[in-house]
Structures are given as C-alpha cells and as structure tokens.
C-alpha cells in the first residue's frame, strides 16, 4: 500500500477496501479522515470485510468504540467524533487496543491525534465538487 489519490464510486471505494481488508497483517492502526459523509465507514465496513469480519460493521457513533471478531485478529472500530480529549481514550482501552496485535480502524483521528501511534497508515476521504457519486482518496 504505497501512496496514491483515485476518485472512486461507492462500489469502487468499497472494491479499494476489500483488498486492503484482505491484505491486513495485525497490528495495524488506520487514521481514516474526511468530512461527514465522505466515506469513512463505508470504508471500515469494506476493510472489515476483506479481513473476514462476518459481524455487522455498523458506526460506532455513541458507544465510539466497536469491536469485531472472527477475523484471524480483533479488529476494533473507532468513532472520535465526539471524543472531547484524546486523555479520554485511556478510558475506551486505547492502550490495550494497540497491545492487542488488531487492527485499528479509526473516524475522526484528528480528535486524537498525539495518542496515534507514528506507524498509522493515513487514509483521507473527501467529496467531489460537482460530483455527488464518487469521492476522492488519498493515501
Ligand atoms: N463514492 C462513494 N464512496 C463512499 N460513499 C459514497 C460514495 N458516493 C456516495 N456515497 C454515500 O455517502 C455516504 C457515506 O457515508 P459514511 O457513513 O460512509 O460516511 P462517514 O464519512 O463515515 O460519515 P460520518 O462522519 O457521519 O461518520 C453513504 O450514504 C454512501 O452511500
Ligand atoms: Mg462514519
């Protein structure tokens, strides 16, 4: 996964994230920005299932941490949108998170940015002026 920028329909976006999902050796940590709506749990779903998360991926709005099994490693799905600190992380388990050996899949990391480990790999996710069905990724 070297760098790179694509405009991508869902389904395209969703075909993105499934190789990755399928490529995935624990532990690893994602920071997957953009704005509301841009994508990002369309992308975690898409991952979740290239990894062999049979669960339902389902945003983690209020609880802000979800955790999936069935995959050969944890996976762990962060919301931090309405995280207030990054000092509240130690509270969801952040720590035991990254021990874990999982994959770490994280919305809204600019809420948490000093905790992110320097190996996150950085995804970001963003509308299209003019045009509604694709967005553009950059990584
Ligand atoms: N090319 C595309 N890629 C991803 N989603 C798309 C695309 N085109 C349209 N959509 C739609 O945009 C919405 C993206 O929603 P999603 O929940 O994935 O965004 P989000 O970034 O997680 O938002 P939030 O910040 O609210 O968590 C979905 O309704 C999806 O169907
Ligand atoms: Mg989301």
Redesign the pocket.
Known sequence: MTHGTLQ???????AWGRQVGASLVAPEVFA?S????????????AICAGFGITDPVT?P?FALVHDYRGGVSPVFHL?L?RLNSPAELTNLGWDEMLDARAIVLV??PERAEIALPDYARRIA?SHVDGD????RIAW
């Open positions: 991508l329909t869902r389904d395209e976006l969703v997957i953009g704005d509301l709506g841009a994508g990002k749990t369309t992308l975690v779903q945003s709005t919301d949108y919305e809204w996710l509604p069905d694709r967005r």
